[in-house]
């Protein structure tokens, strides 16, 4: 079983960027489908990046499609989200999560999750 931890949060003002990264541990990280998600306070958990096991083909939703980019090292069992162009409702709590789905883009459909890093974008 995978396990998953993000880092690399913080405060930026809008127009800001921001890298996370989601770090597994285990042998199977590359088996994996990895998702980034979000969720503000108040607001259902939405999916913001989805990348494939081998880093060939990747989802955006129309929200963050030209300012989010999902990547990932398989030989650094890593997965990232460069985060451009940053807006105040991009303010979330941001989780990584893996998927034995081909193409999962909902919460359920994943199996395995970090315990979140804060991004916090200010006016």
């Known amino acids: 079983q995978v396990q998953l931890v993000e880092s690399g949060g913080g405060l930026v003002q809008a127009g800001g960027s921001l890298r996370l990264s989601c770090a597994a541990s285990g042998r199977t990280f590359s088996s994996y489908v990895m998702g980034w998600f979000r969720q503000a306070p108040g607001k259902e958990r939405e999916v913001v990046a989805v990348?494939?096991?081998?880093?060939?083909?990747?989802y955006y939703p129309d929200s963050v499609k030209g300012r989010f980019t999902i990547s990932r090292d398989n030989a650094k069992n890593t997965v990232y989200l460069q985060m451009n162009s940053l807006k105040p409702e991009d303010t979330a709590l941001y989780y990584c999560a893996a998927s034995t789905i081909t193409t999962p883009t909902a919460p359920n459909e994943y199996h395995t999750w970090g315990q979140g890093t804060q991004v916090t974008v200010s006016s």
């Open positions: 990348i494939s096991s081998s880093g060939r083909f990747m």
